[in-house]
């Protein structure tokens, strides 16, 4: 199986990579083109801001690379966020794989719930085979400010401030707000349901 992920200006490629090495599998880490389309399954991570992100698949023409591809790809973090429709952050249109926009955590006044979210919280309502044997409830790792609202290819539920989408699916493409790649025991099960799909 040939694994790719895609290189842009987004970081935490290296602990993918390191999660991946854990269970065995190697990836080829990578913006070309032809290597994205003929891989097996692709994982598009990410950690940044929106607006610089998709500026720079645009201008690599990566975008409509990523929308086009027909083998399963999983987003991460941010890689989920900018397969929806749209982000609030810094008023950007994304890829629209998904219809789901991108809003900014806004927590109560006085409340003292802290904005990004960082650390452990649940995820509930699984669906699809990327959750095989994983638990509802089960905890998973966080670190983000914005969230991908509640829609139709929501296949997975947390809440922090509200409800919100921790997973969401359409067709070949899969997208987890959390980091699997740091979320233990679970996210190495969601990992390798990703590479069995």
């Known amino acids: 199986m040939v694994l790719t992920i895609i290189k842009y200006n987004a970081g ?3 602990s993918v990579l390191y999660a991946l090495e854990r269970i065995g599998v ?9 290597q994205i389309q003929k891989a097996d399954k692709v994982i598009f991570p990410g950690v940044g801001e929106a607006s610089t992100a998709m500026n720079y698949l645009k201008e690599r023409k990566l975008d409509e690379v990523i929308k086009n591809l027909k083998q399963p790809v999983l987003g991460i973090c941010l890689g989920l966020q ?12 994304c890829i629209g794989l998904f219809d789901e926009d991108v809003r900014l955590f806004k927590p109560l006044p006085g409340s003292n719930v802290k904005v990004p979210q960082i650390g452990w919280n649940t995820i509930y309502d699984l669906k ?32 922090y401030v509200q409800p919100y989408s921790s997973a969401l699916h359409r067709d070949n493409f899969y997208g987890v707000q959390f980091h699997p790649e740091k979320s233990a025991a679970n996210g190495e099960q969601i990992i390798k349901n990703f590479l069995s799909l």
Request: glycine share 4%; aromatic share 14%.
């Open 12 to 14: 935490n490629i290296q």
């Open 82 to 93: 900018l397969m929806c429709r749209y982000s609030e952050e810094n008023d950007t249109e």
């Open 128 to 159: 699809t085979k990327l959750f095989s044997s994983v638990s509802d409830k089960s905890y998973c790792y966080f670190v983000h400010g914005y969230y991908a609202s509640f829609g139709k290819h929501t296949i997975a539920m947390t809440d």
């Open 26 to 34: 190697s990836a080829v880490v990578t913006d070309n083109i032809e």
